[in-house]
């Protein structure tokens, strides 16, 4: 039981690329989001979904994307990359309770961006 | 703005003192929730908190909850080395059941 895999760990980026950051749970959980950590500034919601083909946006949407196809993959892609998006970037997945959490978030490693 | 504000920002303890950390927040809360964090991992759920409820224990961590003045405490008996990590309280908003909310996070250093 994997629980929640990112990939890439680190991942370096010029400004204007484009990049997919991979978020896949084996836990069945309906719930999955990405969270952008800062210094200083605790985690900020980017993107959430509460099932396959439903997702909405969270405190920090502007220049992310995201999709929701299956059940247990949430990629967020990076459009058109800038230095302001250079953070860590979590995945987290949970059980629902109607339309939100249910519970605990079970978070993945993270993934470590910098953007030139 | 973030919804919840951890207080102190950073705490230094020698091993066996308690930790005691509080977590204030705005806004009507469905739930409550404290992770851990230790130095370049990803965030560990400690323990959830329903509105309802004042207090729950888990092992050595003691959560309370005092919906009158919006803010919870999170107490660590007996620390250890192993308990050097960052810890975070988050809420589920009773009107946003889809987002929870982290704070910045309060810093712990156990030293041996």
């Known amino acids: 039981n994997a629980g929640v895999t990112q990939t890439p760990k680190f991942q370096v980026l010029k400004t204007g690329q484009s990049m997919t950051l991979q978020c896949a749970q084996d836990m069945n959980h309906e719930y999955m989001s990405w969270y952008r950590q800062d210094p200083g500034m605790g985690l900020r919601l980017i993107h959430y979904?509460?099932?396959?083909?439903?997702?909405d946006q969270g405190e920090v949407p502007n220049g992310y994307n995201v999709s929701r196809s299956t059940t247990e993959d949430f990629p967020l892609r990076l459009l058109s990359a800038a230095p302001s998006q250079t953070s860590v970037y979590f995945c987290?997945?949970?059980?629902?309770?109607?339309?939100?959490?249910?519970?605990?978030?079970?978070f993945g490693e993270g993934s470590r961006l910098t953007v030139l | 703005s973030q919804q919840g504000e951890e207080d102190p920002q950073a705490l230094s303890i020698q091993e066996g003192e308690n930790a005691t950390m509080n977590c204030s927040y705005k806004t009507s809360i469905n739930n409550l929730q404290w992770y851990r964090q230790n130095s370049g991992r990803g965030l560990v759920h400690l323990i959830l908190?329903?509105?309802?409820?004042r207090e729950k224990h888990s092992g050595r961590l003691r959560v309370t909850l005092d919906t009158s003045k919006k803010s919870s405490s999170l107490l660590i008996t007996a620390s250890r080395a192993a308990d050097t990590a960052s810890y975070f309280c988050?809420?589920?908003?009773?009107?946003?059941?889809?987002?929870?909310?982290f704070g910045a996070g309060t810093q712990v250093v156990v030293t041996p």
């Open positions: 987290a997945s949970s059980l629902t309770s109607g339309s939100g959490i249910g519970g605990e978030l079970f």
């Open positions: 908190i329903r509105s309802n409820e």
């Open positions: 979904s509460v099932g396959a083909g439903i997702t």
């Open positions: 988050a809420t589920v908003l009773t009107d946003s059941w889809g987002k929870l909310q």
